[in-house]
């Protein structure tokens, strides 16, 4: 669809070696969105062709989520819901966020905001936290506790997943890591699909070993997969992001971008060096 | 079940001047919660019977699944769930609560809580506000616009309703007021059945006049009526106290109200005059 354009307004669509081949005239790709997983950073960057992306455009819609995810866990809403309509009615004893250790692995834009929400609306909540080893200690909050990963996978009673999708975060929950869950804890998967392992995922969840999941990202979308049928979890389309208020202000920038790029102006957010270095490095591995 | 004793520890279950009457042993009420509803005040103080409530215990849990419940019907959380399910990968085009009105009738303690989960946590929210005649400015924060209920109705994203249900309250959210409301806006009912018409609200969905709604509470519970087949509301059973610190710290307090009350102790939470001044005044209407 793309052949024959120079410029492209990208959203999650994948743009591999292969696409990227097929497209000579291609000279800039303009991400609506934070996430780089979908673009062959190497090949673009061998091609010579300009990136950009909206860094903080998605970021306050999917900390939005995220709480109402939380909750959603810890009382069982959309559970309770589907009994509900199947004419039972199930009274759920819940926990509140401020009684709970919510951990959160990745501190960037949006694991910030989350806990921003968290500690600022909810009083008492325990955070425990842990992010990728390029950006530790980024973020400074009292009400952050920074542990390792492996705590947060014992201690916490929500989990939820702030890093992007690269060659070290893929696969970074599976079946080892679910399995120190306490058998009451959620996890949540907010980020990209790939970096908890699904099938693994549905394993845990049909045992009963853990409490339960929501899952808005997946390795395949749009997606039908065995989760469907896996009643404790909460199920949403990639909707992190969509809020008309941010995904407004994500298509607007990404469109000032190619606007900016036709005129000979330099991005304003073009993609950083880092994760050009980081697309090397995890290349070599 | 109660007849014979002195002292019950009591639900929600109603206890009618007919109830009161088959119990002629019948000295003392502990009311698990705050709402007094299912109890026959008049016919109790005529018979001399103590009443003691526990009015602080459920507000924390019940604010917070307000804040997931207003995300969820923002976001099409559970909505998005059952279509995914279904087969439907349908992304929601939502709203963020830092850019919502929400409109709360009712700021005693679970909406004067909601408000500081809001404002707190999701800076730039907008309140708007109304309350009991007799409670009218109890509570006064910088955030919440005081407004007339036409107000809250015609310009609230969410609407969330936090008062008594009493013979002024009840059907206080008719047609009428939900013809008011914008065709993309929400309530929420976590206070008591018999506020919100339930008929009244069931057309009006089925209509698509109005957003959504989630409704914990019903006229007669358990529910199985006609909201079961509208798809565009989250229901839940009675869960709004349901977390397991408030619902321990409201069934240990009762009972001790009741130990109080066999020692010849004053109760901590008596109910108090001004509740059997107001159902007095309504009795008269």
């Not at 045992?207 to 909460?234: H, K, Q, R, W």
């Not at 941010?246 to 990404?254: G, L, Q, T």
């Not at 900016?260 to 490095?281: C, I, N, T």
Request: aromatic share 4%; net charge negative.
């Amino acid at each position: 669809m793309i052949r024959g354009y120079e410029i492209v307004i990208a959203g999650t669509e994948p743009i591999t070696a292969d696409v990227i081949a097929q497209c000579p005239d291609l000279k800039a790709i303009c991400r609506v969105g934070i996430g780089l997983d979908s673009v062959d950073l190497l090949e673009a960057q061998r091609r010579g062709i300009a990136l950009s992306f909206t860094p903080d455009g998605p970021s306050p819609a999917v900390a939005e989520l995220t709480v109402g995810l939380i909750v959603d866990l810890l009382r069982q809403v959309t559970a309770t819901d589907r009994n509900l309509r199947n004419g039972s009615w199930a009274r759920y004893h819940g926990r509140r966020i401020s009684e709970s250790t919510i951990g959160v692995i990745g501190v960037g834009r949006i694991g910030g905001m989350l806990i921003n929400h968290l500690v600022n609306g909810f009083p008492n909540v325990r955070i425990l936290a842990n992010d990728l080893p390029e950006r530790t200690g980024r973020v400074a909050h009292e009400a952050i506790t920074w542990v390792d990963k492996e705590t947060i996978y014992r201690e916490s009673d929500v989990i939820t997943l702030h890093v992007p999708l690269t060659a070290s975060t893929q696969n970074l929950i599976t079946r080892s890591e679910l399995a120190m869950m306490k058998p009451t804890s959620h996890i949540i998967n907010t980020a990209r699909g790939g970096i908890v392992n699904e099938q693994d995922l549905a394993a845990i969840l049909r045992d009963g070993s853990i409490g339960g999941a929501a899952i808005d990202v997946f390795e395949e979308e749009p997606y039908a997969g065995p989760l469907c049928e896996v009643m404790n979890t909460v199920l949403t389309c990639h909707m992190g992001s969509m809020t008309q208020d941010c995904r407004a202000s994500m298509e607007i920038e990404a469109t000032r971008e190619a606007i900016r790029f036709m005129k000979g102006e330099p991005f304003v957010s073009p993609v950083p060096e880092s994760e050009y270095e980081l697309a090397a490095q995890m290349a070599l591995l």
